[in-house]
């Protein structure tokens, strides 16, 4: 398998979570990135069901669209603050997503339409050539009070 060992590093006090692999651009790699992403927010305690579709979305983009033969593609998660960044790096600068809509009876087309309702923010981002990163933000909501923290009428 084309892939490198997955680094996650966690800070004791809660800083930075950090999360990074290389995956092959297959639609293997791309089904691996979305469950290595699933695994590292539950053990971050996180909730992982929005991140979930974007990562799934951004990485089979990058399988489909951003696949050059014998050249991986990078999935990179970290948290700052209350915010979890997604990013999914291609070596196919050339080619930037682009948000247009499908045609009607299209079975395909709709994913980065996903990426924009589920993300709080989104965007491309050029790297060193030839890559580009496709990089998604979602806001993380603040943990509901549980019935210890509720205080006593």
């Known amino acids: ?91 196919r600068g050339d080619r930037p997503p682009v948000l247009r809509e499908p045609g009607t009876g299209a079975e395909s087309g709709r994913g980065l339409f996903l990426v924009e309702a589920l993300a709080d923010r989104w965007g491309v981002s050029e790297g060193r050539f030839p890559r580009k990163t496709v990089w998604a933000e979602v806001d993380l909501a603040p943990p509901e009070p549980g019935p210890e923290s509720q205080e006593a009428p």
């Open 1 to 91: 398998m084309n892939q490198e060992i997955a680094e996650t590093r966690t800070r004791p006090d809660g800083g930075v979570r950090n999360f990074s692999t290389l995956l092959s651009s297959t639609p293997r790699g791309a089904r691996l990135a979305r469950l290595l992403a699933v695994n590292a927010l539950r053990n971050w305690g996180l909730p992982d069901e929005t991140a979930s579709h974007v990562v799934a979305e951004l990485a089979a983009n990058a399988a489909t669209h951003g696949r050059v033969p014998g050249r991986s593609f990078r999935l990179t998660l970290y948290v700052v603050g209350a915010t979890l960044r997604i990013e999914v790096t291609d070596t």
